[in-house]
């Protein structure tokens, strides 16, 4: 919105044209959305306290998590709030992409309020009925899916690109809106089944965050694109911004969230936040490495289907509880031991990720 208000008063005064450059906006993308957490936080959370909005706990969960109880949850609409208010005020929204990931993250954060709403306000413990919150999140991704296949422009928007080889590119055609479709939707459920702990999904988010907005700055850039090697979209670069945005928001909400925690971010956040990093990953053509950057999400996925199937096909369990990080509080591992190096994993592998750009 503003890079509107700057381009007009550059006619005026030139300094203001400094306020087009994207690197600029994301560094402000990032003070902003920061900012709008670290204020409005103490205020959300003294709300959320009155109204007794808070965690309930599994009986069958570890013992170290009854303290727990009551802690103030929804505390995602605080990174959603900061998300859009800096992504709106700092992005170019001309741009389909930023509004297709904004409508989605917000779509999915829709979806884990009412989740949220039904456990801690109706003190019902189901929450929103699996087959209900499964529907809604495929109507969101497969619609998000059709868009971005029917509006895409060049073929670079709907191939595969496959990390670490420079010549394997893959077109999908209608395979393309399966593949969004499954990556959106598996994002958002992975991410929400890490937020166990406190500080365990936020903080690799922001890696993964900021990780994706530099192959959306060099995906949206010509010449560093033609330099990587790596396939060109104009519209991408403008994810930055997002990205950014996401980052200052995770950052602001764990000021809150690390432990011990004083909010939980509930399904509303996490839902959100995975969808918006798959999102994202999709639109920067960079699904498989997202899967090597978000390796700790994927991890804790696989350890819930492996758990279920284990336990149908010849009952016994393979961890001590799923998702991973529980085993590991069962364990006797102190938590703040596994929220920590959960993250030192992250960077590793953002790291590997990052390195996909160049090693090619």
Same mark, same amino acid.
């Given at each position: 919105m503003l890079i509107y208000l700057s381009e007009y008063l550059s006619q005026f005064y030139s300094g203001f044209s400094v306020f087009q450059y994207l690197t600029l906006r994301a560094i402000l993308g990032v &003070?902003?959305?920061?900012? #709008?957490?670290?204020? *409005? +936080?103490?205020?959300?959370? %003294?709300?959320? @306290?009155?109204?007794? /909005?808070?965690?309930?706990?599994?009986?069958?969960?570890? =013992? @170290?998590?009854?303290?727990?109880? +009551?802690?103030? $949850?929804?505390?995602?609409?605080? &990174?959603?709030?900061? &998300?859009? *208010?800096?992504? !709106?005020?700092?992005?170019? !929204?001309s741009n389909r992409y930023v509004w297709v990931v904004l409508v989605v993250t917000m779509a999915f954060g829709v979806i884990g309020f009412v989740d949220d709403y039904i456990k801690l306000v109706r003190q019902d413990p189901t929450g929103l009925l699996s087959r209900y919150k499964y529907f809604w999140q495929s109507v969101v991704g497969a619609g998000a899916a059709v868009f971005l296949y029917q509006t895409a422009v060049i073929p670079a928007e709907t191939q595969l690109i496959v990390p670490f080889f420079k010549?394997? /590119?893959?077109?999908?055609?209608?395979?393309?809106?399966?593949?969004?479709?499954?990556? #959106?939707?598996?994002? @958002?459920n992975a991410v929400n089944l890490?937020?166990?702990?406190? +500080?365990?999904?936020?903080?690799? $988010?922001?890696?993964?965050?900021?990780?994706?907005?530099?192959? @959306?700055?060099?995906?949206?850039?010509?010449?560093?694109?033609?330099?990587?090697?790596?396939?060109?979209?104009?519209?991408?670069?403008?994810?930055? *911004?997002?990205?950014?945005?996401?980052?200052?928001?995770?950052?602001?909400?764990?000021?809150?969230n690390t432990y011990p925690a004083q909010v939980f971010m509930g399904d509303i956040g996490a839902l959100a936040l995975g969808a918006a990093l798959g999102t994202v990953a999709v639109l920067? %053509?960079? =699904? !498989?490495? !997202?899967? /090597?950057?978000? +390796?700790?999400?994927?991890? =804790?996925?696989?350890?819930v289907i492996l758990q279920v199937a284990s336990y149908k096909l010849r009952g016994k369990r393979v961890f001590l509880m799923?998702? &991973?990080?529980?085993?590991? =509080?069962?364990?006797?591992?102190?938590?703040?031991?596994? /929220? *920590?190096?959960f993250w030192i994993i992250t960077v590793f592998l953002v790291l590997v990720g990052l390195a996909s750009l160049k090693i090619r």
């Open positions: &003070i902003t959305a920061l900012g #709008i957490a670290l204020i *409005v +936080g103490p205020t959300m959370i %003294r709300h959320l @306290s009155f109204k007794q /909005i808070g965690q309930v706990i599994r009986d069958d969960g570890p =013992e @170290s998590h009854l303290s727990k109880a +009551g802690t103030p $949850t929804m505390g995602g609409a605080l &990174i959603l709030v900061a &998300i859009a *208010v800096s992504t !709106l005020l700092w992005a170019d !929204l010549d394997v /590119i893959v077109p999908l055609g209608g395979w393309y809106m399966l593949l969004t479709y499954l990556v #959106i939707v598996g994002s @958002s890490t937020d166990g702990l406190d +500080g365990l999904a936020v903080m690799p $988010t922001v890696m993964v965050a900021s990780a994706l907005g530099l192959f @959306s700055y060099v995906t949206g850039h010509y010449e560093f694109a033609n330099y990587l090697a790596i396939p060109y979209i104009p519209d991408a670069g403008e994810l930055t *911004v997002f990205c950014a945005a996401m980052v200052g928001a995770g950052l602001g909400f764990l000021w809150f920067v %053509r960079q =699904e !498989l490495v !997202l899967m /090597i950057m978000g +390796g700790v999400f994927v991890i =804790e996925t696989l350890s799923a998702p &991973i990080h529980h085993h590991y =509080e069962l364990k006797g591992w102190p938590e703040p031991r596994i /929220i *920590v190096r």
